[in-house]
C-alpha cells in the first residue's frame, strides 16, 4: 500500500480544479456541481467553498444518487440508496459539473448521466475527478482531473477524506486476484 | 397352526415371564412356560419388552368405501397393525355413509378378509350423516357386523331432540352415541382453536365453548334418558371439567381423547402449513396438560387416535381450502409413551387399560380387551420402552402420508403385533406372510 | 430480505430503510421522467386470487416505474376459478421465470404457504392475505403519516394513531398494528366489542369502545372499511347504529386536533364509516395515501429484487 497522492496534493489539485471550473465556463453564473456520493459529494462541497473563495459568491450544489441507474444492481449485494438533492435553481439550462473521486470504468459516470436526465435538460454536463486511474470500459473521459494515476487491474485505489475518514489521502494498494 | 413362545418379555407391572400362545389362545403366562403339547413352537426373544393386551381403536376413518385414494380397509389394518392395533373401529363418514346394514357388513367382511386386525364398524347416527333423520340403528346392531357404536363423526348431532331420540333408541341393544361435539354455529368457517394465535394469523376461530357446550347438553340428555354417551375427541380443559362433573353425578359417560391432542398445540399453525389443520383443532398448552390430567385420572377414559388420512393434494394447498384431519394409528403408542408415561402420569397397566381394556368395553367387543387372561384369544402388543425411532412420513404404512410428527423422534416404539395367536408384525415389520390371504 | 410477508416479520431498520427508500422513489416520481431501468429484464407477476384492482395496478405502477415486465394473472376467468391450485399456479408462473410473485388472496398465509413452498423460487410479496396481513398497505400508512406529521424522515414516536371499525376480519389493521408500533406509534384501536379479536387486548395497543373520547388524543385516524355483509353474522344491529357510534362525520371532526389527519386504506362506504364531508376534507390524506402507495411498492420491489441474492440478505452502501 502506498500514498500516491497526500493531503497537500490533493488541495492543491482541487484548487486548480475550481479555477479550470471557473475558466472553461467563463465565469461561475451558469456553473452547478453535482456530486456522487458519498465521496464526490463531498469534494463537490469542497470545489463550491473554493469557487466562493475565489468569485465571492456561492454557487449551486447538489448530489446524484446513482444507484437505481447503475447496469451491475444483479452481480453486487443490495444498495442502499442515498439521498439525491437537487440543488437550488435546478439543473435545466445549467453547466453541470459532476464531480467523483476516482474515474475508473466510466459505467458509474454512465449512470450519472441517466440520473440526470430525470432531473432535467442541462446546458452542458462536464466530468471533474480527483484520481483517473484508467481501464476505460466506456467512452467516457474527465473534464478536470486531480491526478492521472496509472495503475494495473489487480490494484485497488481508495480516496480517504478527512470529512468521513478522517484524513485526506489517496491510497494505492495491491490486490490479491 | 404354529404356536408362539414369548421369551424374554416382561408385564406390565414388570414382572418377567414367558408366555404360550397355543391354538390362537393364550395358553400360559409363567416364570418358565411348559411348551409340552405346543405344536410347531416358535420361539420369539422379545428381550425386556413389555407385554400389553393388543388395543382396540375406537375412532379411525379408513375411507373405504369410497376414498380409496387415501385409505382401505386394507391399508388401514396394515396401519393399524403396525401401530400394535388389534382391533379398530372405523368410522361411518364414507362415500356411501355407513348409515345401513348393507354397507357396514360390507366394511366388517373387508376388515375380516383382509385379516390383521377386526375391523368393527360404527354406524351412522343419522341418514346420511343429515342429522335429520336416524338411521336404521336397529337393523345396523344386528347385521352381521354386530354394530354397538353410532356417530356422526365429522358432523355433530346438533339437532337435541335427535339427539335424545338417538340415546333413548340404542339402549334397546346397549349401544352408545359417539358424539362428535361441535356447535355448528358457533363454528362457521372455523380454521383453528379461537385465541391468540387465531387472532394473530387472521385464521377463523374454532372456540372450545362450541365443543364444551354440546358436552354440557349432551351429558344432561344421557343422564335425563339414561342411556350411555361417548365423547369423542374431547381437547379442551373445559370439556374435561364437565365430564368429570358428569361422571361424579354417576351420568354414563366415556371419552376419549387423540394422540395429537395430547402433545400438540395451536401455534403450530403459526406455519400455516395445514399438516397441523385437525378438527377439533388442536389447543393450547393449558388444554393439553388438562387432557393428560383427564386421562391420567379416568376422567377421560381411552385414547382413540382419529386417524384421518388424506391424499397429497387436500394438503399441499393454503390452510383454508385443506382437509382436517391427520394419520394417528401408528403413532399413537410412542406419543401416549411420550406423554403419559414419560412424564410418569400413567403406568403402563393404566396404558393398557386407556388403550385396550376400556375401549373395548365401550364397543362391546367382548374379544378384544381381556388383558392378559389365559384362555382368552391371543390379541397381544409387544412394546420396546425403548427402541427409539424417528418418524418418516415416507415409511407409513398408510396409503395417505398426512402426518404431523415427520421427523419427529420418540422414545419408544411397537415391535409385535398378535392378532388371533398369528403375528402381524414382528420387529417392528409387518409380517408379509400373514396378510395375504 | 427476500419476501415480504407480514410487518410483523420487519425490524425497525428494515421498516425505515423501506420508508427511506420510498422516499427517494417519491423523489423521482415527482421529476419529469418517472421511469427507471433498475429492473429492466426482472419478471414480477401480479397474482390475484381476489378482485383489487387498486392494489393490483399499484404494484403494476411500481414495478414498470423501475422497468420490471409485469405479468398480471387474475384468478377472474382463468384456470385457478376451475379449481387449478395455488401450488399448479405457482407452478405454471416459475415454469415462466418469474423473479417476483405478488399475491393477493382470500386465505390467511396464503403468502406465506406460498414462500415457503419449493412451488416458486421468486420472492414472494403478500399483497393481502385473508384476514391477516396486508404489509405495503401498512407501510405506506406509515409513510404518509411520517410525510405529513414528521418531516419524511425518522420514525413515528410520541404520535397517537386511532384505527377504527372492523379490526376482526381487517388484514390493514393486523399490518398497521405490528408496524406503527414497530415505529413507535401509540396505536389504539376503536371498535365495537365483536369487532375485535379474542385476545386484542395482548397486542401493542390500547383498545376503546368510545370513539368520541378518543378524538381528542389522536394525531390520525385510519377509518376501516365495513362490510355490509357483516350486519346479517350479528356484529352489529344496523348501519345506522354503527355509524352513530363509529363513523367519522362532521361533528367528530371537530373533536379532533386541528393537525391531525384522516385516513382510509379505501374503498370506502362513504356514509357508513365515514361522511363525504370528512373523506373530502382539507384534512384528508386519503388520496395521497393512494400515491404513496406506488413509491412504496416501489422501494419493497426494489430492495426484494435488485441486488444478487447474499448470504445473509442485508443490504451494502
Redesign the interface.
Known sequence: MSVALPAVDIARALTRIAHEILERNGGPDSIVLMGIPTRGAFLASRLAALIAGIEGREIPVGTLDITLHRDDLRLRPLRALVPTMTPLGGIEGRNVVLVDDVLFSGRTIRAALDALGEMGRPKTVQLAALVDRGHRELPIRADYVGKNLPTSKGQAVKVHLSEIDGVDEVLVENVEV | MTDYLLDGGVLADGKAVQVLIKDGLINQIESVVSTLGATNLQKISINGCIILPGFVDLHTHLREPGREDSETVESGSRAAAKGGFTAVSAMANTFPVADTAGVVEQVYALGQATGLCDVFPIGAVTQGLGGTALAELGAMADSKARVRIFSDDGNCVFDPMVMRRALEYVKKFDGVIAQHAQDPHLTKDA?MN???I????????W?AVAEESIIARDVLLADHVQSRLHVCHVTSAGGVDIIRWAKARGIQVSAEVTPHHLLLTDDLAE???PIYKVNPPLRTQRDVMALREGLADGTIDIVATDHAPHPA?NK??????ASFGMLGLETALSIVQATMIDTAMMSWGDLAMRMSTSPARIGGYADHGQGLKIGSTAHLTIVNPTRAWKVDRDLVASRSRNTPYHGMEFPGSVVATFYRGIPTVLDAKLESATHGN | MRHLLSTSDLTYTQAIRILDTAAEMARISEGPVKKLPTLRGRTIVNLFFEDSTRTRISFEAAAKRLSADVINFSAKGSSASKGESLKDTAQTLQAMGADAVILRHSASGAAQRLANSHWTSGSVINAGDGTHEHPTQALLDAFTIRQHLRVGTGDLRGLTIAIVGDILHSRVARSDVHLLSLLGAQVILVAPPTLLPIGASTWPVQISYDFDSVLPLVDAVMMLRVQQERMSDFFFPTAREYSHYYGLNADRLKKMKPTAIIMHPGPMNRGLEITAECADSARSVILEQVTNGVSVRMAVLYLLLAGAPSEDGEITQ
Not at chain 2, 387465531?198 to 376461530?205: C, M, Q, R, V
Not at chain 2, 399441499?316 to 381450502?321: D, K
Open positions: 380454521q379461537e385465541g391468540l387465531s387472532s394473530k394469523l387472521g385464521l377463523k376461530g372456540p406455519s400455516y402449513d393434494e399441499e394447498c393454503e390452510w383454508q381450502a
